[in-house]
C-alpha cells in the first residue's frame, strides 16, 4: 500500500466551503480521476484519506494537508495533476509526495497566518500590536459545545507585527495587514481569538469582517523562528532512497575475477 501526502488551498470564494464541503469535493475528485484508493474494512468501507488540522470556515489557506492510501503505486506528481483537474477552482492540489516517514500531524505545530484589516490605519493596528505583545497574559472567550470557554490567546502568539502600508493603495482607503505565528496549541488558538485579544487590550475594532489568510503550516523551528515544510522530510527521504538502494546493490554484487 503507498501512501502519498497532498498539500491543498482554500482561495477566493472557496474559503467559505467547511471542511466536509471540502471532503465531499476530494472524494468526487477522487472518482473522476479513477484513484486507485485503499478502503478501510468492515460493513462500510471507505477510501482512506487522513485529513489533518484543518482551517476553519471562512479562512483561506496557502497550507492544508492530507494523506491517502493507494492500493496500487502511482507516480505523486501525475496523480497530483490528476486531481487538481478534478478539483474546483480555488481549491487547488499544489504539492504531492510519497509518504516515506511517519508522523506528518506531529509535525503541524505551529501556522503563519496573515490578516488584512480593512478601514483600519496601519499605525492604530501597530500600535494594537505593541500593546498585546507587552501583556504577560490576554484573556478572551469563546463559545464552544460546552458553552463559553476562557482561555489565554498570548501564550499561543510567538510572534506578531504589523506590516508596512502598501504604497499603491488609496489614502482614502486605510487598510492594516498583520502577520502572525501561532502555535498549536489545546485549546487552539485561532486567528478571530487573536483579534478578540487585540481589541481587549487596545480596543481594535475593524469595521467589516477581517480577511484571514494560512499561509503556512508545519515544524516551528526555534532557533530560526520560522515554520518548516513538513513534507520536506518526505522528499530528504526519497531522495535518499535510491542511494541507499544502490549502495546496497553494489554491496550484493559479486566480485570480478582478480587480475
Known amino acids: 500500500m503507498q501512501r502519498i501526502r497532498l498539500r491543498y488551498t482554500k482561495r477566493g470564494r472557496l474559503r467559505f466551503t467547511s471542511h ?18 485503499a478502503y478501510s474494512a468492515g460493513f462500510t468501507p471507505h ?8 482551517a476553519p470556515t471562512g479562512t483561506g489557506s496557502e497550507a492544508e494537508y492530507l494523506e491517502i492510501a493507494l492500493a496500487e503505486p502511482r ?19 499544489i504539492d504531492a509526495v510519497e509518504a516515506r516517514t511517519s508522523g506528518l500531524a506531529d509535525r503541524l505545530t505551529a501556522s503563519v497566518w496573515e490578516l488584512r484589516l480593512d478601514g483600519v490605519d496601519p499605525a492604530e493596528a501597530e500600535r494594537a500590536v505593541t500593546a498585546f ?11 464552544t459545545k460546552n458553552g463559553m470557554r476562557t482561555f489565554d490567546t498570548r ?16 489614502l482614502d482607503h486605510a487598510c492594516a495587514i498583520l502577520r502572525l505565528v501561532v502555535r498549536h496549541l489545546t485549546p487552539a488558538v485561532r486567528p478571530d481569538d487573536v483579534l478578540s485579544g487585540l481589541r481587549a487590550v487596545a480596543d481594535l475594532a475593524p469595521p467589516v469582517p477581517s480577511a484571514v489568510t494560512r499561509l503556512a503550516q508545519g515544524l516551528f523551528d526555534e532557533e530560526s523562528g520560522t515554520v518548516t515544510d513538513p513534507l520536506a522530510p518526505d522528499r530528504e527521504a526519497d531522495t535518499a532512497a535510491p542511494q541507499t538502494a544502490a549502495v546496497a546493490a553494489d554491496a550484493k554484487a559479486p566480485e570480478g575475477p582478480a587480475a
Request: aromatic share 4%.
Open 20 to 37: 466536509r464541503d471540502f471532503q465531499r469535493a476530494f472524494e468526487r475528485a477522487l472518482r473522476r480521476a479513477e484513484v486507485p484508493m
Open 47 to 54: 477510501p482512506r484519506v487522513s485529513y489533518a488540522n484543518a
Open 75 to 93: 507516480d505523486p506528481e501525475k496523480l497530483r495533476e490528476l486531481l487538481d483537474e478534478s478539483m474546483p477552482a480555488g481549491l487547488d492540489i
Open 133 to 143: 505583545l507587552a501583556a504577560e497574559t490576554v484573556e478572551v472567550q469563546r463559545r
Open 155 to 170: 501564550g499561543a502568539v510567538v510572534t506578531l507585527e504589523a506590516l508596512p502600508a502598501q504604497v499603491d493603495r488609496p
